[in-house]
């Protein structure tokens, strides 16, 4: 330190002199000591300093030198302390690290026993250097250890440093509050060794090697309630989950034996295993806080809760007007492997750091069982600690022995203070280790003989803690036994209701904000709603959306934009797709519905034609219409999101499980995005109804169409969402009008149930001036399933109906204009899912018996609404004789990567369906401008086909 200030610019050195004067916690710990060491160097007389100035000089620099060692240790061990910690309860731990030798600092054994000035280590002022060695020890290189040097926020840094240094991290619990501590392990223990004495083949992935995540829960809830939550809602994979919802989430054994024993569940679903299940209750602390707990249902998918929770949080701050994001807290567990294997943990944490998805902070738990499956530590991470992936956000990580139950209650406490504090994140890394296999069946000897020989001798954290309590004295091996003897009476109590009653656990009535929705049955005879609004209402909305404040510089695009979507509405007709949802949204904002629409370049829309956030020209300032129109009455956000599908899409689908009032939108750039978030889509979106009893009313808006623009960008995987649609758990609809799409979003909150809706966007139909509606399609009626012929035909001498759905529909209208066709009628199916048979069987009547049915789609044959629309339209159009389908032949990839290839494809499924060339294939001779002479077109990739009915 004395080197590196002689080669300081004095000037610079005077002005951090100065700044230490007036505020000595405005420049970084080591200049405080550097300059409080000056200072007392310069307290003797001034005769004095005049005389021996030469050698004070040398004395000072000798104190200062000392000071700054001592300083030097202070920090290293704030750094590197975790490095030699007592935290693996199996032993493998260092106790010496070179960083942290006396060498190291240029001390030298003689030197352990001078007094050296320690106020920057827990506000003591002077002490011996071995003292305070040993005190930096017992504070960051015991059982509990913290990594927090790397946070770039110095009040976080002094903030942490006051929690654990006076104390010297040791938690000082009274003798009743070890006695609760001890009386929490014992039932937890208890509880897995009832379950394997009585059911040794169940799986249950117990908790046993890791009991003490149940003294961290209940700590957090403790300390939690004191510092302002009231409602704490955790994330949590299946290790451990039937404990957690025992002893934290309070579900009666009774309820958790029936499940063992395999008892049915009460609600109409198929139901789930027993560890992947939720629950949630009012939990009263110990010091008569309430505070509602709710453990979220989770897939197999180990992590893919994550950002679930975090949108269930968000919104539930949101509607209690928790601003300060205090009251409701995220608590994510993890497990070791998958906190550094899978994406979504990456995503979820970089998600949180972002304003529109903030939440205050996440209390995250690490599991770290020391073993994935049967995969070794060496073998999934390059690590040393799987925490390390939480660095990018500038967490502080606390890790702690999980065999020292009391480290466990100070970490819990500490980073419940910091989440609260500082509404960031915190992560535990609780160290433990598993002590069966994966699952109760499971040898996991076979791959870890070494470990699980260590394992088998090694005590439980029951045992450990309840000597720890006899030898001090602080409880009787009689009150041992009385907490094991009422668990186990508890355990086998439930156990005979359980095989009697067959309890069984069942969603709980509509409540909270759900209470004035219904639970709907599997199957819903009506999906319609009233979706018109007045003339007048609609007028108005176009008139404020499309103004702007006095002095803003609109782009000049987006101002002919503006004035063109008043002129519109303003005139009744030309209505197109961008201003359909400016009315959308607009009407529901004006009612009081909570609009939230995100994705990546949602603001502008990937196509341009949403520009829903306006810039100013000059100066840059956004502005957004429609979240200033909604003021004082309800709210509008929108959000450009990064560059994530799976978390982002995990986010929304559990906000709007929280908030079902609210209208909740996603928007890929191009509909073949949702491929990266199939997860949600597989696991929560289109099962949570059957597996769980919970509704969602997501949008996922999916530009889906045939433009030449090649495999992934032209198709949605259409046919996956029909694939995953059953017993009306979603919507998946193809709207061709913007009024129809319109009325579509609109019911999608007008309904007293809510269902996830799936929406084909358009692409090129955006601009298109056939797909336009007058002001009257959206004053009136409502939303269509299936639209009928739209020309004045004679359906009389109407000898072929054509079915398709989506954009190919204004291909075929146009190709029939030109050519005058009328006695070929175009019907489109407008909601695929679920199928409206009866307003088919309804059109279908209108038309001759025996008219030629043909399916077209623009899609190969075993992609789009073919695989799944064939069959049902022999049992609903009545008399007909054979479905014909007309589209592109099946394909492992869904669009071909030439324009020119495209255009040729489209062309004749065109020409075709509209009886313009004959069916039989032709293979002519084909000028291409882009290449020298003519050649010769492949076989045709279009397919004309008959259906067969299922069956057949």
């Not at 070791?336 to 995250?364: C, K, M, N, P």
């Amino acid at each position: 330190m004395v080197d590196a200030v002689n080669g300081l610019n004095p000037e610079f050195l005077q002005h951090l002199y100065d700044q230490w004067k007036q505020d000595p916690h405005t420049v970084d710990p080591q200049w405080q000591w550097f300059f409080r060491g000056f200072d007392l160097s310069q307290q003797q007389p001034t005769s004095e300093r005049t005389e021996t100035s030469v050698a004070r000089a040398d004395d000072r620099a000798s104190v200062v030198g000392r000071e700054s060692q001592a300083l030097d240790v202070i920090h290293a061990y704030r750094e590197l302390g975790h490095l030699i910690a007592n935290l693996n309860p199996l032993g493998h731990n260092s106790s010496e690290h070179p960083l942290l030798a006396l060498n190291e600092f240029g001390l030298t054994e003689a030197d352990l026993d001078r007094s050296v000035d320690s106020s920057s280590f827990g506000g003591r002022r002077t002490m011996p250097l071995r003292q305070l060695i040993a005190q930096l020890r017992t504070t960051y290189c015991g059982t509990f250890a913290v990594e927090y040097m790397d946070i770039r926020d110095q009040s976080q840094r002094a903030f942490l440093q006051e929690q654990m240094e006076p104390t010297l991290n040791q938690p000082n619990l009274s003798t009743e509050e070890r006695k609760h501590l001890m009386s929490r392990l014992i039932a937890a223990e208890e509880f897995e060794q009832f379950l394997q004495r009585r059911h040794p083949t169940v799986k249950r992935f117990s908790v046993e090697g890791g009991e003490s995540i149940i003294t961290l829960l209940d700590e957090l809830i403790e300390e939690g309630s004191a510092l302002g939550m009231d409602e704490i809602i955790i994330g949590m994979a299946h290790r451990g989950r039937l404990n957690v919802l025992a002893h934290i989430l309070q579900k009666p054994y009774e309820m958790i034996m029936a499940e063992v024993l395999d008892r049915p569940q009460k609600f109409t679903g198929d139901g789930d295993v027993k560890y992947h299940l939720g629950y949630a209750c009012e939990h009263v602390t110990r010091h008569n806080k309430q505070v509602h707990l709710s453990l979220s249902a989770n897939p197999s998918h180990l992590e893919i809760v994550d950002p679930v929770v975090e949108g269930i949080t968000r919104a539930k701050q949101n509607r209690k007007g928790d601003v300060t994001r205090q009251r409701v807290v995220p608590v994510l567990i993890h497990g070791d492997a998958a906190f550094t294997g899978q994406g979504i943990v990456a995503e979820t944490l970089y998600l949180s750091e972002l304003e529109a998805y903030r939440t205050g902070g996440t209390i995250h738990v690490i599991i770290d069982n020391q073993i994935g499956f049967t995969t070794n530590p060496t073998d999934s991470r390059f690590t040393r600690y799987p925490s390390d992936v939480a660095k990018a956000i500038q967490a502080p990580v606390f890790h702690v022995n999980g065999d020292d139950p009391e480290a466990v209650v100070q970490a819990s406490r500490v980073a419940v203070a910091f989440r609260q504090r500082f509404k960031a994140d915190a992560i535990i890394h609780l160290v433990c280790y598993r002590r069966r296999g994966h699952n109760e069946i499971d040898d996991p000897t076979i791959t870890q003989p070494v470990m699980y020989r260590e394992i088998a001798k090694h005590p439980t954290v029951r045992e450990i803690y309840a000597k720890r309590l006899l030898d001090g004295g602080v409880i009787s091996q009689t009150e041992l036994d009385q907490m094991a003897q009422g668990v186990r009476e508890r355990l086998d109590k439930a156990q005979e209701y359980a095989q009697t009653f067959k309890p069984a656990d069942q969603p709980p009535p509509p409540h909270g904000p759900w209470k004035d929705l219904i639970h709907v049955p599997r199957h819903i005879k009506d999906w319609g709603a009233a979706t018109g609004v007045a003339r007048e209402a609609l007028v108005n909305i176009a008139d404020k959306v499309c103004r702007t404040p006095e002095g803003f510089h609109v782009h000049p695009k987006v101002a002919q934009m503006l004035k063109h979507r008043l002129d519109c509405v303003t005139r009744g007709t030309d209505i197109d797709w961008g201003c359909g949802e400016m009315l959308a949204i607009g009407s529901l904002l004006d009612e009081g519905t909570w609009v939230r629409l995100t994705g990546q370049d949602v603001c502008r829309g990937t196509f341009g034609h949403r520009n829903a956030v306006m810039y100013d020209a000059q100066t840059g300032r956004s502005f957004v219409p429609l979240a200033n129109f909604a003021e004082a009455k309800s709210r509008f956000t929108i959000i450009n999101t990064m560059l994530s599908e799976l978390a982002v899409v995990g986010f929304e689908y559990g906000f709007a499980s929280a908030d079902p009032h609210a209208l909740v939108m996603w928007e890929a750039q191009f509909g073949d995005f949702v491929n990266m978030c199939q997860p949600i889509i597989d696991q929560y979106l289109v099962s949570a109804e059957t597996k769980w009893g919970k509704y969602n009313g997501l949008v996922m808006l999916l530009p889906h169409g045939y433009e030449g623009a090649g495999a992934e960008h032209s198709h949605a995987r259409l046919e996956r969402f029909l694939q995953l649609a059953a017993e009306d758990n979603i919507q998946v609809c193809n709207p061709t009008t913007p009024a129809q799409y319109f009325h579509l979003l609109r019911r999608q909150v007008k309904r007293s149930f809510r269902k996830p809706l799936i929406v084909m966007a358009p692409k090129s139909l955006l601009r298109s001036k056939l797909a336009v509606s007058t002001l009257d399609d959206f004053t009136v009626g409502g939303f269509q399933e299936i639209l009928d012929e739209t020309q004045p035909l004679d359906r009389s001498k109407v000898k072929r109906v054509l079915i398709c759905s989506g954009k190919v529909y204004y291909e075929l209208l146009a190709e029939r204009t030109r050519n005058k066709i009328s006695d070929i009628a175009i019907l489109r199916l407008e909601q695929i899912y679920p199928f409206h048979a009866e307003r088919l069987t309804e059109i279908a009547r209108t038309y001759p018996r025996g008219v030629e049915l043909v399916w077209v789609q623009e899609e190969p044959r075993n992609n789009g609404v073919y695989p799944f629309i064939g069959a049902k339209m022999h049992y609903h159009w009545p008399g007909m004789q054979k479905l014909l389908y007309l589209g592109r032949k099946p394909s492992a990839s869904p669009a071909a990567g030439s324009h020119e290839r495209h255009v040729i494809e489209q062309q004749e499924i065109i020409t075709k369906a509209l009886g313009l060339v004959p069916w039989e294939y032709s293979r002519p001779i084909i000028e291409s401008p882009s290449l020298p002479g003519p050649r010769k077109a492949a076989v045709s990739e279009v397919e004309v086909s008959e259906a067969a009915p299922v069956g057949k």
